[in-house]
């Protein structure tokens, strides 16, 4: 079946603009993860939904972020007012529910200029 | 909290020859899990093997296994036969089992070189 998507594939910004990133899940997955790759930190837990539940946000950098998963499948993490140190590699992952074995997408390059 | 440390940041391999990458982690729990996955230049984070740490014996897929020394907190991968397509970076990865430990903590990566 269809792995896990995620769109746009490279976004370029101006400092200080919003920003949507998507990410689709594989069909059925119930826990959906979003990670950052930057040259400086590596990769980053962000935030992690699992079905129902309240998200754990712990991961989030800073109040400009935020996320959401609708209808428990497609997610949408959201940066307000970028800056420079935003530019990276946004990563969703899904797994079958919690505990199992994370499935990556192809990741959305974020420029932030 | 939990560290997972990669110190090899490049490798390079012959094809056909045998490469071993290096990982350790630092942690209080028995129970977790710990996966190596591949990252290729398309960007998409593959999963090569899963090792859950209550078990003993070392996993193996095709031509990668993993050499898992739970009391040194070790876990190598080990690449048979290199080929051409297994470069890429290569992250080691950890995994609570908690209810509240589901994210993944990554070391620094292994980037992996095969030369022809």
């Known amino acids: 079946g269809a792995g896990v998507s995620q769109s746009p594939s490279n976004k370029v910004t101006e400092k200080g603009k919003d920003v949507e990133l998507r990410c689709d899940p594989i069909?059925?997955?119930?826990?959906l993860y979003w990670y950052r790759q930057s040259l400086g930190q590596g990769l980053e837990f962000l935030i992690y939904f699992q079905g129902n539940s309240a998200p754990d946000k712990s991961g989030l950098p800073s109040d400009r972020f935020s996320a959401e998963r609708t209808g428990g499948s497609v997610s949408t993490l959201t940066i307000q007012r970028t800056q420079q140190e935003d530019s990276a590699v946004y990563l969703c992952a899904s797994s079958p529910r919690w505990g199992d074995t994370q499935y990556f997408g192809p990741g959305t390059r974020l420029t932030v200029l | 909290a939990q560290t997972v440390t990669q110190s090899q940041p490049e490798m390079s391999v012959q094809e056909a020859e045998t490469v071993t990458l290096s990982c350790t982690y630092d942690?209080?729990?028995?129970?977790?899990?710990l996966f190596w996955y591949k990252q290729p230049p398309s960007r998409q984070m593959i999963l090569v093997i899963r090792?859950?740490?209550?078990?003993?014996q070392n996993a193996t897929e095709n031509r990668f296994s993993v050499n898992f020394q739970k009391a040194a907190k070790s876990f190598s991968l080990k690449i048979s036969d290199s080929q051409l397509g297994d470069a890429a970076m290569y992250f080691c990865a950890y995994r609570s089992p908690s209810l509240g430990g589901s994210r993944l903590t990554f070391g620094e990566g292994t980037q992996l070189t095969v030369n022809p």
């Open positions: 090792q859950e740490a209550y078990k003993q």
């Open positions: 942690t209080s729990e028995s129970d977790y899990y």
């Open positions: 069909s059925g997955h119930t826990a």
